[in-house]
């Protein structure tokens, strides 16, 4: 099957939902992945002196690394005004999403949960316009998605590390998806791709946070208990 992740900025594709992504890609799906913006706005980038053009510009190879590593059918970078998501048309981003949604054809849409996990003002965006742009498109196009996923994490006592981060209420989430450690290595390598986000990557403890399970909300779909795919009955394979 096919699925596109949707995401504002490079890394949020690695900062959790990449071991679910070598797990699916390992199973033989096509996985795409499309992006906003470069992330030049970062703050990250005043520890090096760049301008939000050159740091944006890293940030676009380093992506093309995380692609190669993880694999992936396809990944499509735009240049939308990072952290200016909200400033922006909305009809303008959607107009480009469902373009994209068209082009490649996915059964399953994912992008984050209405919280956006960091509660950062771009991932919101994202959220509801991706939510948007499928509920249109169920309407108007007979091969619209069949889903949409909600990339979440689960309520923990582990350590959050640095930075305070919003789950859903275990009645929210409808999946729940095992990894293996061959596939948590993957999601390693594709954090490692990140040179410039190495220290912001050890604060979050991205990987001992979202650990051996991926969590995902199915919109307006409720699986009680968790199914373990984000293809659950969409597919007999």
């Known amino acids: ?8 900025h490079p890394d949020d594709e690695s900062f959790g939902p990449a071991p679910a992504i070598a797990s699916q890609i390992r199973q033989g799906h096509d996985v795409f992945l499309l992006t906003y913006t470069r992330g030049g706005a970062t703050k990250v980038r005043h520890k090096y002196g760049y301008s939000i053009e050159q740091m944006g510009d890293i940030r676009f190879k ?7 590593v993880l694999n992936l059918t396809d990944m499509t970078v735009l ?3 990072d952290s200016g998501l909200k400033e922006l048309d909305p009809m303008e981003i959607e107009n ?8 490649v054809g996915p059964d399953v849409l994912v992008t984050y949960a209405v919280h956006g996990i960091s509660g950062f003002h771009d991932h919101l965006v994202a959220h509801a316009i991706v939510k948007r742009v499928f509920c249109k498109l169920r309407k108007e196009w007979e091969k619209a998605p069949k889903r949409l996923a909600l990339f979440t994490l689960a309520p923990t006592d582990t350590d959050e590390g640095k930075f305070k981060l919003h789950t859903s209420k275990e009645s929210e989430i409808d999946c729940a998806i095992p990894v293996s450690a061959q596939d948590i290595q993957k999601a390693a390598e594709a954090l490692g791709c990140y040179k410039t986000y190495q220290e912001v990557i050890r604060d979050a403890k991205v990987l001992e946070r979202t650990g051996d399970t991926i969590f995902f909300e199915f919109f307006q779909e409720s699986y009680k208990p968790h199914v373990n795919s984000i293809f659950h009955a969409l597919t007999d394979g």
């Open 62 to 68: 380093e992506m093309l690394n995380v692609a190669k």
């Open 1 to 8: 099957m096919r699925v596109l992740y949707i995401f504002p």
């Open 79 to 81: 240049d939308l005004p």
């Open 96 to 103: 480009i999403t469902e373009k994209h949604i068209r082009s």
